[in-house]
């Protein structure tokens, strides 16, 4: 089992292009969660999917973030027209719901922004 | 929506010592409760899960304890050593059809030989 997989590990941006994070869940898990975290803010959800199905996105900025899970075996988080303060380390989490919400994390893509 | 609050952000024992981090949350339907371990540059790793059901939970070189009337949570590393110099973070979930956790700051524990 490799665990979640997440790449690039690290990518830089310049300010106002656009970043596509991958995330791979562990085979078999149903749900999948992102994540971002910072000095400041500490670890922030995002959105998570369930059955490859949007179930809450309370934790996305309205503006310039998006996620999808178009299959079991991956989802991306898109952020359009990136800014200094979006540099953060981008966690994903995959989980069998089944095993009382047991997240099991990635090792993260860290999203430096010019 | 929950809030989680843990104290504290640092922490500096000797080795041998005893390491004490306490989160207070405000959900009183919480279900599920987790600590996870950060080491520099690496993912969080899973060190113990606790169910609201059980109050004192025994892991290897740690306590978790849980109380539920005052909605906190703590972890006690016993005897801390320098491996165990890392980030610790709570975290809370009602469970059910909320899945999502909603994690504390983060604490930084320091464990000098």
């Known amino acids: 089992n490799a665990g979640v997989i997440q790449t690039p590990r690290h990518k830089v941006t310049g300010k106002g292009q656009e970043a596509t994070l991958w995330c791979e869940p562990i085979?078999?898990?149903?749900?999948v969660f992102w994540y971002r975290q910072t000095i400041v803010q500490g670890l922030e959800f995002l959105t998570y999917?369930?059955?490859?199905?949007?179930?809450?996105d309370s934790g996305m900025p309205k503006e310039r973030f998006s996620a999808q899970m178009p299959n079991q075996s991956h989802s991306t988080l898109k952020i359009q027209s990136t800014q200094p303060q979006d540099s953060a380390v981008y966690l994903c989490a995959s989980t069998g719901l089944g095993v009382q919400n047991t997240l099991y994390f990635g090792a993260g893509t860290r999203l430096s922004v010019l | 929506g929950e809030q989680v609050e843990q104290r504290p952000p640092h922490l500096s024992v000797r080795e041998g010592d005893s390491a004490f981090i306490t989160c207070t949350y405000t959900d009183p339907n919480s279900y599920y409760f987790f600590w996870y371990k950060q080491e520099p540059g690496a993912s969080l790793q899973l060190l113990m899960k606790?169910?609201?059901?059980?109050e004192i939970n025994e892991g290897q070189g740690f306590t978790v304890l849980l109380n539920k009337k005052d909605k906190r949570l703590s972890l006690n590393l016993t005897a801390a050593h320098p491996g165990d110099s890392a980030a610790y973070f709570c975290?809370?979930?009602?469970?059910?059809?909320?899945?999502?956790?909603?994690f504390g700051k983060g604490t930084k524990l320091s464990v000098k030989s």
């Open positions: 606790v169910f609201s059901s059980t």
């Open positions: 085979s078999g898990h149903s749900a």
């Open positions: 999917f369930r059955n490859q199905a949007p179930i809450d």
């Open positions: 975290a809370v979930s009602a469970g059910g059809s909320n899945a999502k956790l909603t």
